[in-house]
């Protein structure tokens, strides 16, 4: 999906296995200071992420996470239309 697949792979994997990376990149002590509402669409199917990921979210009053099953990694690609609907009616409200 990339026009130059070895620059996407090397940027993606370089950084992910950059021993700075987990102290550098992680966000879930500032969970409890962001006081609007936050959505997320994970696919069941999702052969890169999983939805542990979303742990530090969960008792977050203004989270809302979706599931979407028979779906991949990219929910706007495999799942089109309930992806569109969900964004719709969570920026709506």
Known sequence: Y??????????????WLD??????????????????PVMA???SDDEYG????YRAWQDHPAFDL????KCGHDPFRDQRDRS???VSTFVGA
Request: proline share 0%.
């Open 2 to 15: 990339h026009s130059h697949v070895d620059a996407a792979f090397r940027g993606w994997c370089d950084l």
């Open 19 to 36: 021993t700075g990376f987990i102290d550098g990149w992680n966000i879930e002590h500032c969970a409890d200071e962001i006081d609007m």
């Open 41 to 43: 669409l994970q696919g």
């Open 50 to 53: 999983t939805a542990a990921q």
């Open 66 to 69: 979706h599931i979407l099953n």
């Open 84 to 86: 569109l609907e969900l």
